[in-house]
């Protein structure tokens, strides 16, 4: 995302309030989500994940990693876990989940939203149990939990990835991210 003009003063703004919106987006589904019950422990479907993946198809990768850090950051001063280490394994795992996002985008090797959502969720998984089992539990028993975790991660990775494709290819049928093409590879 262009965070500097280019001379188009009103294009960038447009840019802003878009991802600003996202970001709200993103931030409500992460409080949302924390109202659902859990289906094992440190798992979630990653409902925000839609929209950081909506951010990196029609703003580019700045704006999905910043967008991923930022509603870590504003979905954990709203549940009050600000500064805790549910909010450090929680930021720890969304910046590894949107770096593979971005990597993934600008290795530009044939994946769809899907197959960058699938990898980025099992990243995310992992990167939690391994930040939990070196920082707070310091068992490496917990890794028994893993492999139907990674399994329950896959499967809502690959939801996850089906609906932000849908929605991404049904904002830019509507002009949405039309405008965003020359920014999409930006960091």
């Known amino acids: 995302m262009p965070w500097r003009s280019d001379g188009n003063e009103l294009a960038a703004l447009k840019l802003r309030y878009r991802w600003l919106i996202l970001l709200l987006l993103a931030a409500g589904l992460t409080v949302f989500e924390s109202l659902l019950p859990s289906f094992g422990p440190w798992f979630k479907p990653g409902l925000a994940n839609i929209v950081t993946l909506i951010a990196l198809a029609l703003l580019g990768a700045r704006a999905a990693f ?78 028994y939990l893993l492999p139907p975790l990674l399994l329950l991660a896959a499967l809502t990775g690959w939801i996850n990835g089906t609906l932000a494709q849908y929605v991404t290819r049904r904002l830019e049928s509507c002009g949405y991210g039309n405008y965003s093409a020359p920014y999409r590879k930006s960091l």
């Open 66 to 143: 910043t967008l991923a850090l930022a509603r870590v950051v504003i979905g954990s001063f709203f549940l009050g876990t600000l500064f805790t280490p549910t909010m450090v394994v929680s930021a720890t795992a969304a910046l590894v989940a949107a770096g593979t996002m971005v990597v993934l985008w600008r290795a530009n090797i044939g994946l769809s939203l899907v197959g960058i959502s699938l990898a980025a969720a099992i990243a995310h998984m992992v990167t939690q149990f391994m930040v939990v089992e070196w920082w707070i539990v310091q068992q490496p028993a917990l890794f």
